[in-house]
């Protein structure tokens, strides 16, 4: 196996940064549109923001990636206050939806990256880049008692299946570690960003419903 440094390189980790810095900030985002105190913004972002990868390294056997620094920590720590200090209006609009697709596109690549690296074959490194993109997110929802985006027929888990893909594909052919990152992430973000601005949405499954009276409703 490589050598997990060998495979993530050195500018691969920042992906991470940057998922976990988009990610807790949209945690925050979501307390503080519910009025909610800086205690609840801080804990929002924290599980926003290392919800996904925490699961990601449980399963593949990794060392938790925040448990033994406070780089991460801090950032979530950065994205709660500035949500809090800043204007409301800077916040309010599609601010969400365009973090979460800044933030699906750097996890999803980082985290399928990572699942090689620890040795996981490619279609199991594709599922943890879409569990790393996604679960945080989840998490939030759930805690914020809103409607999931995974239950709308949004190009979400689609964007993110999409980087991760990519990203295993492009390293199983021996494109440098750096180069199939940035090409994998802004391939997700493109497609979640059609999706945000255009509308893109993949068919929502439907079925002819039998009636009392035999008939059919379509």
Not at 115 to 138: D, K, N, Q, W, Y
Not at 145 to 164: K, Q
Not at 193 to 202: E, M, P, Q, T
Request: charged share 10%; proline share 6%; hydrophobic share 60%.
């Amino acid at each position: 196996m490589t050598g997990p440094a060998a495979l993530l390189g050195s500018a691969l980790p920042y992906l991470d940064w940057a998922g976990v810095a988009v990610f807790a900030c949209s945690g925050a985002l979501v307390a503080a549109a519910k009025r909610q105190t800086l205690v609840t913004l801080i804990f929002f972002a924290i599980v926003t923001g290392v919800g996904g990868g925490t699961a990601r390294d449980l399963l593949i056997g990794a060392p938790v990636f925040w448990v033994h620094e406070n780089s991460l920590l801090i950032i979530c720590f950065a994205a709660a206050l500035a949500v809090w200090a800043l204007p409301g209006e800077l916040w309010q609009g599609r601010a969400l939806p365009w973090l979460d697709a800044v933030g699906i596109a750097a996890y999803a690549t980082y985290g399928a990256a990572k699942g090689l690296a620890f040795g996981l074959a490619p279609l199991p490194a594709m599922a943890m880049g879409v569990l790393t993109a996604c679960l945080g997110g989840i998490i939030r929802d759930v805690l914020a008692g809103e409607p999931s985006i995974l239950m709308r027929p949004e190009l979400y888990v689609t964007a993110a299946a999409l980087s991760a893909a990519l990203m295993v594909g492009l390293l199983l052919a021996g494109v440098p570690v750096a180069l199939a990152g940035i090409v994998a992430a802004v391939a997700g973000f493109a497609l979640r960003a059609g999706a945000i601005y255009f509308g893109w949405k993949l068919p929502a499954y439907r079925r002819a419903d039998r009636r009392p009276g035999g008939s059919r409703n379509s």
